[in-house]
């Protein structure tokens, strides 16, 4: 993580979890972390607590593109721009896809996969800009993006970890092709003791259930991120994926 000193991180979803793991991991590590959530107070209590280690909070909704643009565009001016993206945003709403919710649905792919594209469009264009060329962005998709679920519920928020699956190949072969040594990673986690549990239309799949399973934790996926960032710059890691030990697929 040496040549991350003093470099500025854009990590989404920052507020808790699998986000504030990450943020605080790379603000430790020496990175200058702008963390973007929609509750941006509960990012300033965790800069308190590691102070002076250096993590700023940005109020930012990614499904709404004036909330990235203005962020990017506040973390160039203020910061003099990004040089890693993790997209850790996300949220799931039990759906079936027989019967379920248009606005349940619309709300996954808006943040899942909408979100996450606006903010990598804002991070490359920012460092083809300022000729950045060992930027790294990394999506925190899911095993959810690989496989698809055996629970009926989860469906569609599979469909939008496999959109992830694609779309970070796809920006790879986009960077290689515009002759960037900008590299692309995903982390596609099994099951994490995380809040994403606690919020939406949750009936089957509620915190109680799910964490009676085999499960990791946030710092385990925030590890997984260092890792990734201190392979030497010849090394592109695609994907990793994790799984709680005793994970029965």
């Known amino acids: 993580m040496q040549r991350w000193q003093g ?68 973390v160039r001016a203020a910061l003099g721009g990004v040089d890693v993206l993790v997209n850790n945003a996300g949220v799931i709403n039990e759906s ?13 792919m808006d943040v899942n996969v909408l979100g996450l594209s606006l903010c990598t469009r804002e991070a490359v264009t920012d ?11 990394i999506h925190i998709n899911s095993v959810a993006g690989h496989v698809v679920s055996n629970r009926p519920g989860f469906l569609m928020y599979s469909a939008s970890k496999h959109a992830v699956t694609a779309l970070a190949e796809g920006i790879r072969k ?18 994490v003791k995380s809040d994403i549990f606690s919020y939406g239309n949750m ?6 259930k799910m964490f009676g399973e085999d499960y990791m934790e946030p710092q385990d996926i925030a590890d997984a991120v260092v890792y990734v960032l201190g392979t030497p710059e010849r090394v592109q890691v695609n994907d990793i994926i ?4 005793g994970t029965r697929f």
């Open 7 to 74: 470099r500025v991180a854009v990590v989404t979803g920052a507020s808790a979890g699998i986000g504030a793991a990450i943020a605080a991991s790379l603000a430790k590590a020496g990175m200058v972390v702008v963390g973007f959530a929609r509750r941006p107070e509960l990012v300033e209590e965790q800069a308190k607590a590691l102070a002076p280690a250096r993590l700023v909070a940005r109020q930012c909704d990614v499904s709404q593109e004036a909330d990235v643009k203005a962020s990017f565009a506040w």
């Open 96 to 108: 079936r896809l027989s019967d379920g919710d248009l606005d349940g649905w619309r709300h996954m």
């Open 127 to 137: 460092m083809k800009a300022r000729g950045v060329n060992d930027g790294h962005i």
């Open 174 to 191: 986009e960077l290689v092709a515009d002759g960037t040594r900008i590299r692309v990673s995903s982390i596609s986690p099994g099951l």
């Open 203 to 208: 009936k089957e799949l509620t915190p109680d």
């Open 242 to 245: 994790l799984k709680p030990t």
